[in-house]
């Protein structure tokens, strides 16, 4: 009798604590300590230029280098922009460019094929913008990064990713 409850349990992916803090405690901080912060102290024009410019950043490192540059290899840069882009993606938290790249690899090759796309729009606007950061989907693939084997021969990707 408990073994059809278990089953059912053992079937969903196990909750990935970490993330699901993170995710809660930024979001809560945004939401609460920000707005606090800027009613009790205020904000002047360094604390948002600096703002803004951390965020055109790491947008930039992520859609410039982990993307165009790393996943779709669609230019080729020197290294110091190479390592700019690095330190951009992991002040935006993204992941190493090697994990991220990879991941979005993946999901390019099996695009919305449930079993196979790491962030299927078809399973839903929450799992793919979301949920799939807060359960372990990637099961045996997580450290499979041989569709990726450019990015392992570049010493800034290495570098970055150890």
């Known amino acids: 009798m408990g073994s059809n409850k278990d089953s059912n349990q053992s079937s969903k992916p196990k909750i990935l ?3 699901v803090l993170f995710f809660l405690i930024t979001g809560l901080f945004a939401v609460v300590v920000v707005p606090w912060y ?3 102290e205020g904000y002047d024009l360094f604390q948002v230029v600096a703002a803004l410019l951390c965020m055109g950043y790491c947008g930039m ?3 410039a280098g982990y993307h165009r540059l790393w996943s779709h290899p669609t230019y080729k840069t020197k ?3 190479k390592v700019i882009y690095a330190l951009g993606g992991a002040f935006a938290m993204q992941n190493s460019a090697l994990h991220w790249s990879s ?4 999901h390019h090759r099996y ?5 196979k796309d790491p962030y299927s729009a078809k399973r839903g606007f929450w799992y793919s913008h979301m949920g799939w950061m807060l ?7 997580y450290n ?3 569709n990726a084997p450019d990015l392992k021969r570049d010493p800034i990707v290495m570098w970055q990713h150890r």
């Open 111 to 115: 695009v919305d094929q449930n079993d």
């Open 144 to 146: 499979d990064y041989s």
């Open 61 to 63: 490192s992520i859609t």
């Open 38 to 40: 800027g009613i009790v």
């Open 103 to 106: 991941d979005h690899r993946v």
């Open 17 to 19: 604590w970490v993330n």
């Open 79 to 81: 290294n110091w922009i």
């Open 135 to 141: 359960r372990d989907y990637s099961g045996d693939r």
